[in-house]
């Protein structure tokens, strides 16, 4: 088969992938995709699209080398394939690595999705309302107007629902709680989303940055360039990025467990260096990396030696004592 005749089967097998892959990631994660920034939908999407037109660009190649055949014209054809020849050799070779690149990461990305009790606290509770936009859900109580806030950041490709339920316990106490959506669900993407969060609430007195995993991490780089705003850090599972061991100001937990195969004991021991002295330091016997969300497991976490309910309470309990530390006098 010459090089030519290869060039529309290439097209059909990268149209393909180009198809199949948006199609999986939407068919198994819909209504995650749906509830989230929009950036990764509209990636996979218009990942799709680009399998259409080049199944639609494969096929029309076909229908014209059935046509060409019968007009007796092979050397000129064979003339023009050789002169061309390296060109569809190296564009292919691109099209091949692009692809493998691009689907790679949109597969990666695929998020973990948030189990149903937490889904169904997007509605609310009585005693905390919620609101849900494209880039926040927001979490108010009811039962008073808060002087506080906790700006939280979920951990990488994670479903931000999936917080709700340990999130709304903490708003029910009388705390403003935002919980950001983060493009592709990566913290990174969103590192300056407290600040639009604090503009938008100017009735909120203190205010706390935190997250789970890379959240808490993104969360401190934000804690450490405007300590003029934010009076305190919580870090489930997580560690700064910044030294900021000698931030006396900025009220910090660090929350963690004891079995997490992702953050672990080892690593949350190591970053204390980079914290203020007066860190409340809280490790969750028996809790794994996924019990700081209502997302499942997660590949290379360790095994669980408590409930998933006890860890959350436990892990409740440090977060709304970090955020009575902060907002002291």
Known sequence: MTRSRRTPWLLLVLGALWVLVPGWIWLTRAGVLLAGHPAYAVAVSLAAVVGVLLLAAGLRRRGARGRTETARDAPSRADAGRRSGWLRVVGGAVAVVLSVLVLGVLAWLRPFAASPPAIALVDGTSEVAVTDSASRITLTPTAQEPTDGLVFQPGARVDPRAYLSLLTEVAADGHLVVVVKQ???????????????????????????????????????????????????????????????????????????????????????????????????????????????????????????????EAQAQIVEASLALLEAAAAP
Request: no cysteine; net charge negative; aromatic share 8%.
């Open 183 to 309: 493009p592709f669900d990566i913290g990174f993407t969103a590192a300056g989303a407290p600040g639009d969060v604090i503009e938008d609430h100017p009735e909120i007195v203190t205010w706390v940055t935190g997250g789970h995993s890379l959240g808490g991490v993104v969360a401190s780089t934000y804690a450490a360039d405007h300590p003029d705003e934010v009076a305190g850090l919580l870090l489930w599972a997580s560690y700064p990025l910044d030294d900021l061991s000698g931030r006396e100001d900025l009220a910090v937990a660090t929350v963690s467990g004891s079995e997490d195969g992702l953050a672990t004991p080892a690593d949350i021991e190591a970053s204390l260096a980079d914290l203020p002295p007066d860190t409340q330091v809280v490790q969750v016997a028996g809790a794994v990396h996924a019990f700081f969300g209502d997302y499942g497991e997660q590949p290379g976490d360790g095994t669980p030696g408590t409930s998933r309910a």
